[in-house]
């Protein structure tokens, strides 16, 4: 059971706009930055996002991100076939001292 | 360009220790900006940090909970590189193991990985 809560699963058509939220608690994600990964079949998860809505060089400005009081949200627009992938939120917790993640969503491109 | 190398058996016997290593290039384990960690996926408990290392004017360690009495996590400068041990192992510690680099100390900014080794606990 992952600390943070993510939908199983997400799709959408190329070029549409598709979102994943992530839920935490005061502990993690009310008090601390939200971070995302993606995560491509077979590989290691990748940094897509961090301090919620910051992207590192090379990820496309298709991808941002937000954050809301105990929430935190990807979005993706523009919706590709290669953007098929898991996606993983992540964050500090104070309470346990340490990273957690939530259970990841599989994003499916139809 | 860091480069994180891990190295270990795929393979483990129930409560035995699983051993891996993962030797850093382009950085130094002894790195006062970053932080040196295990993290695990399996598909019952998805991504799962488990411990870090870090030098700040000396080492630390810190651990996740569900762990903390199993794992030790350790630098070797020497070899620029560091280590995981996860004692008394079971089936339900199968999973694909990760070393990462994160920048800072109370966010997940783990921003590169090692390739992953797979540990099956069977006997």
Not at chain 2, 33 to 42: F, G, K, V
């Amino acid at each position: 059971q992952s600390v943070l809560t993510q939908p199983p699963s997400a799709s959408g058509t190329p070029g549409q706009r598709v979102t994943i939220s992530c839920s935490g608690s005061s502990s993690n994600i009310g008090s601390n930055y939200v971070f995302w990964f993606q995560q491509l079949p077979g590989t290691a998860p990748k940094l897509l996002i961090y301090r919620n809505n910051q992207r590192p060089s090379g990820v496309p400005d298709r991808f941002s991100g937000s954050k809301s009081g105990t929430s935190g949200s990807l979005a993706i627009s523009g919706l590709r076939s290669e953007d098929e992938a898991d996606y993983y939120c992540a964050a500090w917790d104070d309470s346990l001292n340490g990273q957690v993640f939530g259970g990841g969503t599989k994003l499916t491109v139809l | 360009q860091v480069q994180l190398q891990q190295s270990g058996p795929g393979l483990v016997k129930p409560s035995q220790t699983l051993s891996l290593t993962c030797v850093i290039s382009g950085d130094s384990v002894s790195s006062n900006s970053a932080a040196w960690n295990w993290i695990r996926q399996s598909p019952s408990r998805g991504l799962e940090w488990l411990g870090r290392t870090y030098y700040r004017s000396k080492w630390y360690n810190d651990y996740a909970v569900s762990v903390k009495s199993r794992i030790t996590i350790n630098p070797d400068t020497s070899r620029n590189q560091f280590s995981l041990q996860l004692n008394s192992v079971t089936p339900e510690d199968t999973a694909v193991y990760y070393c990462a680099r994160v920048v800072g100390l109370t966010s997940p900014h783990f921003d590169y990985w090692g390739q992953g080794t797979l540990v099956t606990v069977s006997s």
